[in-house]
């Protein structure tokens, strides 16, 4: 009895010390910088890695990472950036690394360090829906444990955010509209297609529907979305737009509706069968496949970026990286500083710290990727040269592209699971078992919601 009430005294003590700790959401008032005051930054760049050549050693059998050294020499030449550019100089970096066991393990003890109230100043984060410390930022902006930078935007000396894509930047805003968190690139998946192919009206607003129609005008565009011929549509997440309300702890639809997306999509899949796709290329990261020569020889005819488009017409793009500064801050300056360091527009065009992380994504300001622009972010196979942007045919459409953005999440376990959800349902034999496989994702993805 007495070692139950101690454990019971001991879970009472942690919950309090969770609350005192967690932080108010209002705005603070900037403090003064000081460059000497410590800093410590938390970088996870390794979670999902670039597939680039100059981080694999593609001899191997394993094709084994060897990113980290980079990492190091990118992360170093950044802190001699910083200080030259009148930042903090008293700088830690700790880096999240490794994958399974040991990467768990950190997380872990960074989780712990949070709960307590301390934790490092600043994180830079890849998320990339697996294994993230923060698996719902946008739950975390809501439960204060990023700092309400609002104030701290007034100062800000290097981003420019009336040149970023807004609705990339504004994933950074919770539910009131308050600045938490700092998007610095995303992901957009969409097919390349000949316009000649398609049968769209220049004021057409497509939905979901238009691409399950065979007959219509996206014909069997939607079957650019299978790895292979006889594979089911893959990665369909985004055709469900903004997948949940993070505030109140729940999901954005139904499981009928689940059942009901998953059914449309299989029964797309059945009229399509198997033949041959649709002349076109889809593009997983469009960044990734600017220098592709297939994709300029496709553009230099009129082009179209076709998304995977929600039931209203909407299309969701992903937040790829992203910075926030921990609400126990013991040197909020110092961390906005470091963070509107790396945010700004020139250092984004050609850093080391850039080119490390970001070269199989798209920054948040647009015109980085236009017409004779040198990107850092994408390589091509061989020597490992800078990319050309975008032109002609192809920057108009993508440009239009990115105009129609409607919503921007975070990539989260939601999407994998939906993903999980789909293929088991293919999969399974008869009725009974596609129910079994709806009600499995739903529930799994109720219960992440609840434990996050």
Known sequence: MLKKLALLMLLLALLGLAACSKPKKEAPEPEELDPQKPLTICFDLDNSPPRDPRHYDFDSGDMKYIGGRLRNKAANRFLKDLKAAGGPENVQLEFIEGNGSDRDGQLTRLRAELMAGEGPDLFVMRQSGRADLFLFPEKKMEDGMFLNLDKYMETARFMEPEKMLAPVFDAGLSSD????????????????????????????????????DLEGCFKDTLSLWKGAEDDPILIPHPALGVLADYKKESLNFTEEELSQFYQKL????????????????????????????????????????????????????????????????????????AADFLLGHDYMRDSDIHMYMWNDTLPIYGDLLGPGQELPYTRTGGGGDLSLGMDGNYWEAFTGLAQRITQVQFPTRLDGEIDKGYLDYCRAADDQGRDKAVHEA???????????
């Open 177 to 212: 509209g308050s600045r938490f968190l700092l998007p610095m690139t995303y992901d957009l998946d969409a097919a390349l297609m000949p316009s000649s192919y398609l049968e769209l009206e220049p004021d057409a607003a497509p939905t979901l529907d238009d691409m399950l």
């Open 266 to 337: 299989l029964d797309y899949e059945d009229r399509a069968g198997p033949g041959e796709t649709a002349s076109g290329i889809l593009l997983y990261r469009l960044a990734a496949t600017i220098s592709d020569e297939k994709i300029r020889a496709l553009a230099r005819e009129p082009v179209t970026l076709v998304p995977l488009y929600d039931k209203d017409g909407g299309i969701t793009a992903r937040v790829g990286v992203f910075a926030g500064v921990n609400a126990n801050s013991k040197n909020p300056a110092g961390a906005f500083f």
């Open 442 to 452: 739903y529930t799994t993805m109720r219960m992440l919601l609840g434990e996050a």
